[in-house]
DNA sequence: CTCAACGCTCAAAGCGCTTTGAATAAATAA
DNA sequence: TTATTTATTCAAAGCGCTTTGAGCGTTGAG
């Protein structure tokens, strides 16, 4: 099979044809006002004709900026784990990016190589910006970023950080409270939280809505209902498990995923319990696509906030601070709503 | 707080620190072997020590490569689900990549868009090769791509294409006909199969492999026992619903990821059954990090194939298609192994 | 009729690299 | 000693854009 060799037109060609200088062409197609409409609309016939695209590696050159964001995942050394709600977060945040021109670089790297990963796409001025994942308590990626003058945002918050960055959250501490609250009054005394590891910030702040809850409501917070770890279907399962065979085993669970939440389905059945009868159960929920639940009363009561909302959310944060440098940070609080399903039921 | 505006350094710069010429300072960080041992090891040094690396931008317009990799990653725009594999498949390309200098350029994009997603990469040189996903039968992409002349390798093939190109697939036919040989040798008839769309090229292979294996052994093909959609756990569970409460039911069914059997487990336990006593489940298991199941005798019995080895033999593949042009195409398959769990027994 | 203002277009410089082709210094051969 | 290699280094061109500063007709005001 023999094709025409199709080699991409540049700019130099395209003035040629039109019989006008390069100048004029890129300001035809840039929206520059120095241009005559007339003439406006004859290059962009043109450029349409020869389908002509400037050259991305030299725009950028020529502009100074990358028109790119970086995105930096963390790679779980322990599990080789990525996080499943990166996909849906970066399938809302990339339709921003395409929107305003900007490709998304993606990297996705060892924990403990994440911070050679920021200075290089700095050195190499790979990117105008970046979005900061999963960030922990106390995280030292923020005084790095800012130290190296990156415009970042943060999916999260840093518990302890005082400097001031841009960020997006959705209210962990307060949904985490709900919940618990929720359970504490439909009689449940014995409530156990299966959360994330126990450095991540948002795993932190779920707790402290829960020992608050606890606490508010005069129940002894205790050690043995609680677990943290690499929120894997396995380890919800295995933490149930754990729960529901111990001595005093407890009435309800929060899970912190739906990930987990079927793990602990798994070990309820296992267990011969029925859901939302021998227990209740909670579960945060990211609105991941393919655990969508849209039923009148969905099956697990849940805290929910899409995930996908928090990446269009950044990507326009993120955005702004890029194209109006020397703006004030700002922090974007989303509300998880606790949907009552038909995983919880009062105590008996 | 203040700190140092830090600017980077470009090679001007420090070729003037060193005393040397631009050019010798490139062709030392370069390896060319025209720098004596001594220079190479100053500039080397103080390039470290001025913490550069040579500008992306500049660089990409200099070699007039991009350095950069494209995956265009569909969003289905019925259940706008990204499916859950991309993650853990970049996260086995990323590592590659990033051994070998390239940057990851992803685009998630809706089917109707991939055309102009494509073309525009080619028409602004954004990336030297692309990844194609989720491949349908008859898949026009292919042609396209070759017709751009864009070095690209396919996760997954296009039945219906008779022209070469670079993949990497799983033995999606055999693996599913070893799934169902093996529920028909324990005794099973009425096997059912939840599968993918349609249009998508795996499903059918994975079709294929189910209605061989029924044929061999004699067994009449229903259509009552086939489900086609969108592979999300709802769906599973609907399907599985569906199937259970019907006349004839399934004693077997087989699921065509995890996300769906854990729909299907659902189901099961929904009806009052119990896996691998009433029912028996087999699925397709890609190894995703967070259902990860170490266990000796795991929870589904499985074909399982690691996606994550999928994206850096892609990677490998498309890097060596990009760097040593006008090769022979290669086509790389992956065996999936059936390994027996707890989710099925022989009928009784 | 002249001058300033305006609208449109252009030549050329510059972005920070790589790479070509040449120059220089040192080493070897004749 | 002189010619020839060999080992280093360099100046300058070029990648394909954007952008600066200038030029040149046309108008309208004075």
Redesign the pocket.
Known sequence: MTRALKT????????EI?????????????G?????????QRVLQAAEQQN????A????????RSMAIGHVVPVSTEHEMVNPIFADFIAGASARYAQSGYDLLLTLVADEDEFSTYKDLVAR?AVDGVVVHAPKINDSRIALLNDLDLPFVVHGRSSGITEEYNWVDVNNEGAFFTATEYLIETGHKRIALINGQTEMDFAMRRMNGYRRALAEYGIAFSEQYLFAGEMTEPYGRHSAMQLLQGANPPTAIIASSMIVANGVRRAVHDMGLELGRDISVVTHDDDLSYFRDDSAVPVFTATRSSVREAGTKSADLLINAIEKPNQEKHGILLKAKLKIGQSTAPLK
């Open positions: 991409t037109t540049n700019l130099k060609q395209l003035s039109l019989k006008l200088s390069q100048t004029t062409v890129s300001r035809a197609l840039n520059f006002p120095e241009v005559s409409e007339k003439t406006r002509y695209a400037p050259n590696r030299a725009k950028r050159l020529a502009t100074g001025s």
